[in-house]
Nanobody
Framework: QVHLVESGGGSVQAGGSLTLSCAVS??????????MGWFRQAPGKEREGVAV????????YYAASVEGRFTIFQDNAKNTVSLQMNSAKPEDTGMYYC????????????????????WGQGTQVTVSS
């Protein structure tokens, strides 16, 4: 059973940076079977895909809203997946979730939440203006 635990959330001012981390157990990220992604959900809104990493970290894909500001990467030695958030905006506020699934293997569903089977409990990010 894949178990995901997020950390690193908190409050940051607009323009600031934050790094989220996802500790993975029950699965070795170098197995290159699951895609590892980050999703977020703001109050009253649907969960949306933010970024995904696959192919042993060689490939990444981002939502248009975060491309150029966020970086997803995996640490194979630590078996973690992280999200570096730079130039944060108030609209980045929400609960951030780490997820594992098969979404990235289909270009049409790389960030589709329904393609991800395993989820962490989430970590809250608040960006103030």
């Amino acid at each position: 059973q894949v178990h995901l635990v997020e950390s690193g959330g908190g409050s940051v001012q607009a323009g600031g940076s934050l790094t989220l981390s996802c500790a993975v157990s029950g699965y070795i990220v170098t197995a290159n079977y699951f895609c590892m992604g980050w999703f977020r959900q703001a109050p009253g809104k649907e969960r949306e895909g933010v970024a995904v990493v696959y192919n042993l970290g060689a490939n990444t894909y981002y939502a248009a809203s975060v491309e150029g500001r966020f970086t997803i990467f995996q640490d194979n030695a630590k078996n973690t997946v992280s999200l570096q958030m730079n130039s944060a905006k108030p609209e980045d506020t929400g609960m951030y979730y780490c997820a594992a699934g098969m979404g990235c293997w289909d270009p049409r569903s790389r960030l589709a939440a329904e393609k991800y089977n395993y989820w962490g409990q989430g970590t809250q990010v608040t960006v103030s203006s």
